[in-house]
């Protein structure tokens, strides 16, 4: 799965420098050179991001050993982490100069500069909307319809589906805040935890960039895990409807309908 | 993954967690036996199901002789028990944990989780113990201590002692051993919650478990092949588990239109647009990053055996996933399972136009749906049709 994503990343026109894979090492794949160790890769190509497609089991030694090699990006696609794991990586993290996206998401892109992951880049188009979002296709689904709308994307960030993940919807938030060419933000949140209650309170205080968003799962039942890890409504808390009221209090349009995604922005933002 | 209260039991005794004498019965007459053999005035026969509420629910009787223990077993057993957490449909009891009283001076509460917010473990006690948590939360929440532990520090005296101090506690090493045994079996076993509710301080002044809870991460599984063994298939929906066995998630729901999605994230959506258009789901279904055609058959076949069924839905928005793969294996499907019900297919992403000439070539009654929007309200008209 690495080797297919890394040739469509390259297609795409990402500076894809080298591969890791223990063992492995001295074998060249999709013209790319491969690595026993990260630390090894980044010395020899300069690589300042990675992308991890591991199995589970060894998935956070390889989230700490990207950590540990200087990466300023990891990228960590996989699902079924045990929490327990992540716990401890993020741990480690705290105070880092490296930044964990995921795990289990679809990763990032950049409309025609650099994609991470397993997006499908063909749907998206360069714009103004940055899109944040806890799920891989639904982010797809969201980005479709902006796009056909004639309304393109800053980057669209797939936070993972995961209860413990690297970076958060605030910390996304955040960056588009800051960036010069995001003027709307695309919110995707689902049920369980309590991350979109949090970004509502820095949305309400901190952004001034308008945001809309969607979340899934309005009529979950209440201790059912649905699919995602992190996915889960327990103890009465991590409700769908919570999560928008919160929203809707700190002034985010919140669509209704998964239809109504990215006509939601259009109302909302006019003149994208 | 949810064991009994009796195996959770068990673990806490491997961990040096302190919980009363107690055996398993799955007869009126081993129940007897057991309570001959718990060796206690006052023993308690207790209802062994995968829910809480079981008090009120009559699953929890107090027994003064063996005699009577057989009796309270005999009620038990076989009894459908229903309680807020079981659903109206209830619960079959088929096994009872006879268990000696204890001398209760005081209920806690002590629970140990993961804190998602926090990015901690934190252990979480009350003073008001045998009530649910979540009504101190509400009512109380000054009487809640939390105390947030760093996995990679772990449990500190400290942190034991403000617990201690926090529950009113003078003595601290029964709670040392008792939270720190919890906590090692938190860790060790990749617990997500361990539940006790009530902690009971004897009038002897000891720490007992009366009641555990212990639920586990399924993502860790793989290495805790004991607490894998632990399942009982019997408390689970037998669709979640033939679905979890290769790779879908599936949640049975009380509706009659019938789903399968490629995403947890767009199969919540779908229910959602369902919802939205006024239907009602049968079921969640992630088929993931499948394209394979025996987990489409074996998806199809899970969702037409629900008897309720009017109509199904299939969203695929295809990023690796191809359309047309998907297609081939939703036509192999059809004709091999035979389609009882009306089927939308909605198509986006790789792929899509040649899957969309797939499924109308292959002469099955399928309708297309090109949006989302349009999915929803087909699916809804075409389950309304269905009932007409």
């Known amino acids: 799965m690495g080797q297919f994503h890394a040739r469509l990343s390259i297609e795409y026109g990402t500076d894809v420098v080298g591969g890791v894979a223990p063992g492995k090492g001295g074998a060249t794949i999709e013209g790319i050179p491969v690595f026993d160790s990260v630390r090894e890769a980044v010395r020899e190509t300069g690589a300042n991001a990675s992308v991890i497609f591991v199995p589970p089991p060894g998935a956070a030694d390889a989230i700490l050993e990207a950590a540990d090699a200087g990466l300023a990006l990891v990228v960590c696609i996989t699902e079924g982490i045990p929490a327990l794991d992540m716990l401890r990586a993020k741990c480690a993290l705290r105070g880092s100069s490296t930044r964990l996206v995921g795990p289990n998401c679809p990763g990032l892109v950049t409309p025609d500069q650099c994609r991470i992951g397993i997006m499908p880049a063909g749907i998206t188009r360069p714009g103004p909307v940055g899109v944040v979002s806890r799920s891989g296709t639904l982010t797809y689904e969201a980005v479709d319809q902006l796009s056909r709308l004639g309304i393109g994307q800053s980057t669209c960030i797939g936070i993972g589906g995961d209860s413990v993940i690297g970076t958060t919807f605030v910390e996304a938030l955040a960056l588009f805040e800051s960036d010069p060419e995001t003027r709307a933000v695309v919110l995707i949140g689902e049920i369980g935890g309590s991350a979109e209650e949090t970004a509502a309170a820095f949305i309400r205080t901190q952004m001034k960039t308008p945001v809309v968003a969607f979340i899934a799962g309005q009529n979950a039942p209440p201790g059912k895990r649905m699919g995602h890890a992190g996915a889960i409504i327990s103890g009465g808390q991590g409700r769908a409807i919570d999560k928008i009221e919160a929203l809707e209090e700190a002034g985010v349009a919140v669509a209704r309908s998964p239809a109504e995604i990215g006509e939601t922005l259009a109302r909302r933002v006019p003149g994208l | ?388």
Do not use: W
């Open chain 2, 1 to 388: 993954m949810n064991v009994h209260e009796y195996q959770a039991k068990a673990l806490l005794r491997q961990f040096g967690v302190a919980v009363p004498a107690g055996r398993l019965a799955t007869t009126p007459a081993e129940a007897e036996e057991a309570a001959r053999r718990v060796n206690s005035d006052v023993v308690v026969v207790k209802a062994q199901v995968h829910a809480g509420g079981r008090g009120k629910a009559g699953g929890i009787k107090l027994a003064k002789s063996a005699a009577e223990a057989k009796r309270c077993a005999s009620e038990i057993l076989g009894m459908t028990l229903r309680s807020a957490q079981t659903g109206p449909e209830g619960k079959v009891v088929r096994k009872v944990y006879v268990e000696a009283g204890s001398e209760i001076a005081k209920e806690f509460y002590l629970a140990i989780v993961l804190d998602r917010a926090e990015e901690k473990i934190a252990i979480i006690a009350s003073t008001e113990g045998g009530v649910e948590i979540e009504e101190v939360a509400a009512n109380a929440p000054e009487k809640i201590i939390t105390v947030t532990v760093d996995p990679n520090l772990g449990l500190q005296p400290y942190q034991v002692r403000q617990v201690a101090l926090g529950l009113g506690l003078t003595e601290f090493r029964e709670l040392q051993t008792f939270l720190g045994g919890l906590y090692r079996l938190f860790i060790e076993k990749d617990s997500s919650l361990a539940e006790i509710n009530p902690l009971v301080l004897t009038e002897t002044g000891e720490l007992i478990a009366l009641d555990a809870k212990l639920n586990f991460d399924d993502n860790a599984l793989y290495r805790q092949p004991e607490i894998a063994e632990l399942r009982d298939p019997e408390e689970e929906d037998p669709r979640e588990r033939e679905a979890q066995e290769i790779d879908l998630a599936y949640v049975g729901l009380e509706g009659d239109i019938g789903c399968m999605v490629n995403g947890a994230g767009l199969a919540m959506a779908t229910l959602d647009m369902i919802q939205y258009c006024g239907g009602r789901p049968a079921n969640f279904l992630d088929a993931g990053g499948t394209t394979d055609k025996e987990k489409v058959e074996k998806a199809f076949e899970l969702i037409l055996r629900d008897p309720n069924l009017k109509a199904i839905l299939v969203n695929i928005f295809g990023g690796i996933v191809r359309c047309d793969v998907i297609a081939e294996g939703m036509v192999a499907a059809a004709r091999g399972l035979g389609l009882s019900v009306p089927l939308v297919v909605r198509l986006q992403g790789t792929n899509a136009e040649l899957g969309r000439r797939i499924l109308s070539d292959s002469g099955l009654d399928i309708t297309p749906a090109e949006t989302l929007r349009e999915a929803g309200e087909r699916a809804v008209a075409a389950a309304r049709g269905a009932g007409a």
